[in-house]
């Protein structure tokens, strides 16, 4: 059962509470802190491209690359004003101006291909999570190098270990809205150091029926030696590590961590 397939169209739905402006104002102020003022910047995770879409609205050319194509056809509504919708709900309108950069693909983090470098990258929404091997972590950093133009930056978060056994682990929740209801349980492996979430949502319809969504998704946690030796072998450089939404650095509760690493001068490289 693939993951982000029927639930991607709900997704937004069921995540309203997610203070995106605030987390692109400050993706935003770390990218101008490592000098990406402007330029491509590529969204590894992207998702239903809420960030990819602020970030462009800040004046960045975006790529947006994720493997799930319902979560970029989600992302690419969001491309249209409603303007250009007649009543009928045909489109008969231009590509707004604001949007004609962003440039959505459906691949996988650990083997994209671009036709060129990128001045930075970003993965967020704890996307990086989502790899569960270590070699193919790597193989995610490595790619990234690639692409990124000399001096470039990598910036992605990170759920920590202690967001899944203290806040997660073993919880039941349930968000309801008017066309539905959301129910997820987690239970946190210390061994293999995953959370493992099944997901639920039942979908009301006009006529007093529903139909029930289910998807089971696994998210692996990394130490933060981990990650930095990942980093050194992908050939890049760490450069800051903070808590979420700061510039200080971890705590031991902290339940979300961001990672700024820059790219490592490979020879022969063509930077474009």
């Known amino acids: 059962m693939g993951i982000y397939k029927d639930f991607a169209y709900y997704y937004d739905l069921f995540m309203d509470d997610i203070p995106y402006d605030e987390w692109a104002d400050y993706i935003h102020l770390l990218l101008k802190n490592n000098g990406v003022n402007d330029g491509i910047v590529c969204e590894l995770g992207c998702g239903t491209g809420e960030i990819t879409g602020r ?10 690359i994720d493997n799930s194509e319902e979560m970029l056809m989600q992302a690419g509504d969001k491309m249209y004003d409603d303007s250009d919708y007649s009543e009928e709900g045909d489109f008969d309108g231009e590509y707004e101006e604001l949007n004609n950069n962003i440039i959505y693909l459906l691949q996988d983090m650990r083997s994209f ?16 999570n989502y790899i569960t091997e270590y070699e193919e972590l790597v193989s995610v950093f490595k790619n990234v190098n ?4 000399r ?11 202690y967001f899944y056994k203290n806040i997660l682990s ?10 539905g209801v959301l129910i997820w349980d987690n239970t946190y492996d210390e ?10 949502i039942d ?26 030796k990942a980093i050194e072998e992908a050939g890049m450089k760490l450069t800051a590590v903070y808590d979420a939404f700061t510039q200080n650095k971890p705590r031991d509760d902290s339940e979300r961590i961001y990672f700024v690493a820059r790219e490592g001068y490979q020879p022969g490289k063509t930077y474009l």
């Open 55 to 64: 970030l462009h609205k800040l004046g960045y050319d975006m790529i947006g």
């Open 113 to 128: 291909e671009l036709y060129g470098t990128a001045a930075a990258f970003i993965s967020v929404c704890d996307s990086i």
């Open 146 to 149: 690639n692409y990124l133009d």
């Open 151 to 161: 001096n470039g930056v990598f910036i992605f978060d990170l759920k920590t270990e």
């Open 170 to 179: 073993n919880n039941h929740y349930r968000q309801e809205r008017e066309e």
């Open 191 to 200: 061994e293999r150091h995953e959370n493992a979430y099944d997901i639920t």
């Open 203 to 228: 979908v009301y319809g006009d006529d007093d029926t529903y139909y029930e969504i289910k998807e089971h998704h696994v998210q692996k946690c990394y130490t933060i030696d981990e990650i930095i």
